[in-house]
């Protein structure tokens, strides 16, 4: 009989340990890091008792295991997207399906977006106010809302604006139930579970039409949108993705793709503003042509202010031996990104943002991990880390970001994902034109 052995932890009622670390979040976790180490466990709501680990070796361990020994936590937000999304799925259906839409998201493709992202940001600036503080959070979710929704569906119409009004709202429910443990009677017909069914219920509604139009569209197979390639994808037996599928594999893309990669854009201006070294010399960067400091800068700012600050894994089989510590089967476990990205033997100075860390060197795969790790990465990490080298390139091109002295905005969790508080508040001015510099190449593109 396997002995089980796990890390300590507080002993303090589990109530007081859940709302410490959903009230402090990254103070918390620092604080158990302090006291406990790089591994221990605590009371987590909806989750339990769980074991969080910060230990590369560890993490790198878990990581790297079968889904046959470990595999996503039964608590996850495919009961948001659907039985059919990917988070909801398991092992060799997760594996298979994950293999059906990898294809869109990674090399070649990725050329044929970038269009895209940069109309679309430049429309979208072209809105911003000159000379006066304002919020950019909401401008950048208009951004990559308007990019994923072309890039999932391509051309515009009707459909497009009900989902732009019908998903952040969407988003903003979904979150707020993903964070408290909310019981889905609550409040019967006027309770939040209630108006996420509604909202979910329009939302397919809208998308069955689309798939209804893309199926009768003679030119299907010259589309280069996510929902022909959807559509046209076959397993490995032939068969086709089914209508439900599609619908919940749609919604993981267009709610997790737009709004972390929104946040972490205003997290790189709230950088920005108070670094205005960095922030000189980005723009000289633009000016003639590169992107290398560009890249790193967006990786440091993922690495100072990730926008997830854990990932999870639940053990399957009858144990697992974890580094220094043996897991029973059902054991939740939660990597700390943000515990990883303050590992003074992986990023020394690690509490300072120095975007020069990132200059030609490749981030390690398991200690630079906003996009999480190993089977269950992030499948559009190369999109977004493309679309907001193209968003930032671009406003440092036509805008002048004006530093400030205000003090660090503060993190806000939002049941998901950790936000500016203050939303990545900016000053900005119009640029004059310039000549044009040669060709750059497009953003560097992280495997997922």
């Known amino acids: 009989m396997t002995t089980v052995k796990l890390p300590d932890g507080p002993t303090t009622p589990d109530l007081l340990q859940g709302l410490e670390v959903m009230v402090g979040r990254t103070h918390a976790w620092r604080r158990l890091y302090d006291r406990y180490g790089s591994a221990f466990t605590v009371y987590l709501p909806r989750f339990g008792r769980m074991v969080v680990l910060s230990d590369p070796a560890e993490v790198k361990a878990l990581f790297t295991a079968s889904s046959d020994v470990a595999d996503n936590v039964d608590v996850n937000l495919g009961q948001f997207l659907g039985p059919g999304s990917l988070f909801s799925l398991q092992g060799a259906e997760h594996r298979k399906q994950r293999k059906l839409l990898t294809p869109p998201f990674h090399g070649r493709r990725l050329a044929v977006y970038e269009t895209l992202v940069e109309e679309e940001t430049i429309r979208e600036l072209a809105t911003w106010p000159q000379g006066r503080e304002f919020a950019t959070m909401d401008s950048m979710m208009r951004i990559t809302l308007n990019v994923i929704l072309r890039a999932v569906f391509g051309a515009e119409g009707r459909e497009f604006d009900e989902l732009r009004e019908l998903l952040p709202k969407l988003v903003l429910v979904g979150s707020?139930?993903?964070?408290?443990?909310?019981?889905?009677?609550?409040?019967?017909?006027?309770?939040?579970?209630?108006?996420?069914?509604?909202?979910?219920?329009?939302?397919?509604?809208?998308?069955?039409?689309?798939?209804?139009?893309?199926?009768?569209?003679?030119?299907?197979?010259?589309?280069?949108?996510?929902?022909?390639?959807?559509?046209?994808?076959?397993?490995?037996?032939?068969?086709?993705?089914?209508?439900?599928?599609?619908?919940?594999?749609?919604?993981?893309?267009?709610?997790?793709?737009?709004?972390?990669?929104?946040?972490?854009?205003?997290?790189?201006?709230?950088?920005?503003?108070?670094?205005?070294?960095?922030?000189?010399?980005l723009v000289a960067e633009v000016d003639a042509g590169g992107s290398a400091l560009r890249e790193a800068t967006l990786l440091e700012v993922q690495r100072v202010r990730p926008v997830v600050d854990a990932t999870a894994r639940q053990i399957r089989a009858e144990s697992m031996e974890l580094g220094r510590w043996t897991l029973p089967k059902g054991q939740n476990v939660l990597v700390s990104i943000r515990l990883m990205h303050d590992n003074e033997e992986l990023f020394p100075n690690a509490r300072t943002f120095d975007p020069d860390r990132f200059v030609g060197v490749r981030p390690g795969t398991f200690s630079w991990i906003p996009f999480g790790g190993g089977a269950r990465r992030c499948i559009g990490a190369a999109f977004a880390t493309m679309e907001m080298n193209i968003v930032l390139r671009t406003l440092l091109r036509d805008f002048t970001l004006e530093p400030t002295t205000a003090a660090d905005e503060r993190t806000h969790f939002r049941g998901v994902a950790l936000v500016p508080a203050k939303k990545g508040r900016a000053v900005v001015r119009h640029r004059p034109p310039r000549p044009p510099v040669a060709a750059e190449t497009h953003a560097a593109q992280v495997t997922a």
């Open 176 to 281: 707020a139930l993903a964070a408290v443990p909310v019981p889905r009677k609550f409040l019967g017909r006027f309770g939040p579970w209630a108006r996420f069914a509604a909202h979910r219920r329009h939302y397919d509604e809208i998308v069955g039409r689309l798939i209804d139009r893309a199926v009768a569209d003679e030119r299907l197979a010259d589309r280069d949108d996510v929902l022909a390639m959807m559509l046209q994808a076959r397993y490995d037996d032939g068969t086709a993705m089914t209508r439900s599928e599609i619908a919940d594999e749609l919604l993981t893309l267009l709610t997790a793709g737009h709004e972390t990669t929104a946040t972490t854009l205003s997290w790189t201006i709230e950088r920005l503003r108070r670094h205005p070294e960095v922030l000189r010399r």
